[in-house]
């Protein structure tokens, strides 16, 4: 697929229901749950690869999901102008990504975590090469993964773990010696499911 091509089924990925962490477990699904607003940027480029998605491996020292696959992303703050301004400098203090070298195709619909956010996925296109640097102490690792692979369906698979005494099914898209599950795999799993011809 093209870039053009690409980045215009990218604008048009909006559409579609959310996703969340209970898609495969809704009945574990608390009532009443307050969620906290959150961003990632999907953030795309082309290499000689052909396109990559840029991911990280959070810190193994944070207190929550240390060593975890992520996406650029958090919290978003007081001070932000709402989402995309959230996942934009997120990922230029994790990553060292230049918030002028983005350009935003579009959101997905919010995701909701098992821990109580409301995550907004910006899709960004990266135009200018630049030099991942890791933010010390909450990033250990910056890594791109081809976007063909995790638009391939076969590349997921459904695993279990049991979290406070329940069995709870997630996602996963093993990628070399990553292990891509949970939100940000459920996210990986949107986007293919919205890119899909």
């Known amino acids: 697929m093209q870039a053009t091509e690409l980045k215009a089924r990218l604008r048009r990925s909006s559409a579609g229901p959310p996703s969340s962490d209970f898609d495969l477990n809704p009945d574990l699904r608390p009532r009443g749950l307050k969620l906290r607003d959150a961003a990632v940027l999907v953030a795309l480029c082309d290499s000689a690869r052909g396109t990559e998605l840029f991911l990280t491996k959070r810190a193994s020292g944070l207190k929550h999901h240390p060593g975890q696959i992520a996406f650029p992303g958090g919290k978003v703050d007081a001070a932000d102008a709402g989402s995309v301004d959230a996942a934009l400098r ?38 200018d090469t630049f030099e991942p640097k890791p933010e010390t102490g909450e990033v250990d690792e910056v890594f791109t993964v081809p976007l063909s692979f995790v638009l391939d369906p076969t590349n997921y698979i459904i695993e279990a773990r049991y979290y406070r005494g329940v069995r709870r099914q997630f996602f996963t898209v093993p990628y070399g010696p990553y292990y891509i599950w949970g939100a940000t795999a459920r996210m990986l799993r949107a986007l293919a499911e919205r890119l899909k011809a």
């Open 90 to 127: 997120e990922a230029e203090e994790e990553i060292a990504l230049p918030r002028r070298s983005v350009d935003v195709l579009g959101m997905m619909p919010a995701h909701e975590t098992v821990t109580g956010f409301s995550v907004s996925p910006v899709l960004g296109w990266v135009r």
